[in-house]
C-alpha cells in the first residue's frame, strides 16, 4: 500500500513530541512527519487509530514494536519513505534509481570475489545499476541482521539470479525480492518467500 506524508501531530505520544523538541528546526519537522506517517500505516495494518498503535521509534534508532506485534523494517531516501511490517524479521531499502554512486569502486572495495567476478563485465550504466541493486539486498539483509555496513557488508553476498543472498561467514541464507516503484528501486529480505509474500509495505 501506498501513503502521503501526514502532518497531524495529535497522534503522536507525549514521549515522540519530547523527542522532537531536541531536534533542529528542519529534524523535528521530519521526525513529527515521519512518526505520524508510521502510525498511519500501522493503524491501517492493525484496525486501531494511530494514537494507540505501540510503536516505539527514538529519533536515529530502528523503529521497534512490542513482543508479538510483529517486526518493523523502515528505509529512506531524499524524497521518500518505506516501511515494511511482518510476523516475522525483515529487513528493506529503499534509493532512487537514479542515485549516482561510484561504482567500480564499491563493486572492487566491497563487494565478494563471485559478486566481483560476476559483475566485472560492465561498463557505465549497466554497471551502475547493477552495483545498486547489489546494494539495495546487501543493506536490506544487514538490517534483518541487526547488524553494520562497515562490518558485515562484504559477507553478504547476492547470489545469481538475486532471489537469494548468503552471509558467508555465517551461511545464513535469505529470501530477497527487488522492486522498481516510480522514481525509485527497493528490496526487501526475509527468513524464506512465503514471508516475502506476507509483508505490508507502505511508501510515501
Known amino acids: ?23 533542529s528546526k528542519t529534524r ?24 494507540a498503535v505501540p510503536l516505539q521509534a527514538p529519533p536515529g534508532e530502528p ?18 519513505l518505506l516501511l515494511g511490517c511482518s510476523k516475522h524479521p525483515i529487513g528493506l531499502d529503499l534509493e532512487r534509481r537514479d542515485r549516482m554512486l561510484p561504482a567500480a569502486s564499491i563493486l572492487r572495495r566491497s563487494y565478494c570475489r563471485e559478486e566481483q567476478e560476476r559483475l566485472q563485465h560492465l561498463r557505465a550504466e549497466d554497471l551502475r545499476l547493477a ?15 541487526q547488524g553494520a555496513i562497515s562490518r558485515d557488508l ?9 532471489s537469494s543472498v548468503v552471509h558467508q561467514r555465517s551461511q545464513q541464507t535469505l529470501a530477497a525480492a527487488l522492486h522498481d516503484y516510480d522514481a525509485w528501486a527497493f528490496a526487501v529480505v526475509a527468513a524464506d518467500q512465503q514471508v516475502l509474500q506476507s509483508i505490508t509495505l507502505c511508501l510515501a
Open 1 to 23: 500500500m501506498s501513503a502521503s506524508l501526514p502532518c497531524d501531530a495529535s497522534c503522536l505520544s507525549q514521549q515522540e513530541l519530547q523527542w522532537s523538541t531536541r531536534l
Open 28 to 51: 523535528s519537522d521530519v521526525f513529527i512527519r515521519s512518526r505520524v506517517w508510521m502510525r498511519a500505516c500501522l493503524g491501517d495494518r492493525f484496525q486501531l487509530s494511530p494514537e
Open 63 to 80: 523503529p521497534v514494536l512490542p513482543n508479538g506485534w510483529g517486526f518493523l523494517s523502515l528505509s529512506h531516501c531524499p524524497d521518500a
Open 131 to 145: 552495483v545498486l541493486r547489489h546494494w539495495l539486498i546487501k543493506e536490506a539483509s544487514i538490517k534483518w541482521q
Open 154 to 162: 562484504r559477507f553478504w553476498e547476492v547470489r545469481p539470479g538475486m
